[in-house]
């Protein structure tokens, strides 16, 4: 989600959706000042997606289109929130009626590129990746390129994915949901030692996963570093005794 998609105060969403609810002729209103509310509701919607609570948002998104209907935000939203209740043909027009409105929005294409992706439409996404990072004034690229390596690697395509991933890291080198992929990207081409640089800068800024630790002992294999792979067995275990990656690990052990 769009980094400007940030959190209000309370106090501030209090009034906000307060005056949003003492002004029902909307039509009456001059076009500037729909257009700011259009854009406050749209901002109170991502808040009730976040939480969970999606007629909620629904409703403020239905309001800011009757306010404003060609606010490009808006429908991008949309499309998130119909693609996160499963309604994908909506979710695809919301995102389609986005980008007719504004062929160059960066969070549209990068947010419908995810969508297609999920889809397993994996070409169409990867051109609406590359098309986002094309405008030098996006400021989430590294998102982009990003979400074009997990594309990639889903479509099977490690090489494309190793580039997509080492251009987000170039733009934010401790960028988690990059550093983990490439970890995994070295160690299934044998890359022993690079596998194990990239997980130590992900275990510096990421979570310490059942998966992240599960690759670790991978890694620690492939090394032959029997003293990491002993370490981290052994915290896979204790902390996610329960998780699919144990089960491989345990599996994985001589019998």
Not at 63 to 87: I, M, Q, R, S, W
Not at 198 to 206: A, N
Not at 221 to 231: G, H, M, P, V, Y
Request: charged residues 25%; proline residues 5%; contains cysteine.
């Amino acid at each position: 989600m769009d980094k400007r998609l940030r959190a209000f105060g309370v106090a501030f969403l209090t009034v906000a959706l307060a005056s949003c609810a003492g002004s029902p002729q909307n039509t009456s209103k001059p076009a500037n000042e729909r257009a700011k509310l259009a854009a406050l509701n749209t901002e109170i919607a991502v808040q009730y997606m976040q939480n969970r609570e999606f007629q909620t948002a629904k409703d403020k998104l239905d309001k800011a289109l009757e306010l404003d209907p060609h606010n490009v935000d808006t429908h991008n939203t949309f499309g998130l929130l119909y693609a996160v209740l499963g309604e994908h043909d909506k979710a695809e027009a919301a995102f389609k009626k986005a980008l007719s409105l504004d062929p160059d929005n960066s969070s549209a294409l990068n947010n419908y590129g995810q969508f297609l992706c999920q889809r397993k439409r994996f070409d169409e996404g990867e051109k609406m990746f590359m098309q986002a990072v094309e405008n030098p004034l996006y400021r989430n690229a590294e998102s982009a390129y990003n979400n074009a390596g997990v594309c990639a690697m889903a479509a099977g395509k490690l090489e494309n994915a190793e580039t997509y991933f080492r251009r987000a890291l170039e733009i934010d080198p401790t960028l988690a949901p990059a550093l983990l992929p490439m970890a995994d990207i070295s160690l299934l081409q044998s890359r022993g030692p690079q596998a194990s640089a990239y997980l130590k800068r992900y275990f510096e800024v990421g979570p310490r996963s059942p998966r992240a630790l599960w690759l670790g002992v991978q890694i620690a294999r492939l090394n032959a570093d029997r003293d990491a792979e002993a370490s981290l067995s052994l915290e896979l275990e204790r902390t996610f005794p329960d998780s699919p990656q144990t089960k491989l690990l345990l599996d994985s052990r001589p019998q």
